[in-house]
């Protein structure tokens, strides 16, 4: 069984050329380091908002990114989601109601509360983020 996160990836920065190569069986896995590493440019070049020089991205069974085959999956079909350090929450809802129109993409109906529960309950309980639920985003 081959591991559910590949990144072999090669991605041109302004001052440097990123190169990350990993192989991982972890449920969950972190990126860190100094400020101007290319950790947001890695999440993004997953997420497919950069594409890569070269390389390969493959979460489980998807592939996402193939430089040498030429295919880029669109970000729509990529089931990645990506949450930028920047506050681009919807400021007259809860966290708890941006989380759900997240987790069902659908604006106002997911946000309602009961919409996509189990996937928000295994979201929220991933981020550690329970007891932030019912707070404004905008606060």
């Known amino acids: 069984m081959s591991a559910p996160l590949e ?3 090669r991605l041109p920065l302004a001052h440097f050329e990123l190169a990350v190569d990993v192989e991982s069986s972890a449920r969950c ?14 999440l993004e070049a997953i997420a497919g908002w ?8 493959r979460v489980g069974q998807a592939l996402l990114f193939d430089g ?15 949450v930028p350090q920047e506050a681009l ?38 981020l550690g983020i329970e007891h932030l639920l019912d707070r404004k985003s905008g606060v």
Request: charged share 20%; aromatic share 4%; no cysteine.
């Open 7 to 9: 990144l072999r990836v």
């Open 29 to 42: 896995l972190g990126v860190f380091g100094p400020s101007g590493a290319g950790k947001t440019s890695l």
């Open 50 to 57: 950069r594409r890569p020089s070269a390389g390969l991205i």
């Open 68 to 82: 040498a085959a030429g295919r880029s999956l669109p970000i729509e079909r990529r089931g990645a989601g990506y």
């Open 89 to 126: 929450l919807l400021p007259h809802w809860s966290a708890g109601g941006n989380v759900r129109a997240g987790a069902g993409r659908g604006g106002a109906a997911a946000a309602a509360p009961g919409a996509n529960d189990e996937l928000v309950r295994r979201t929220v309980a991933a």
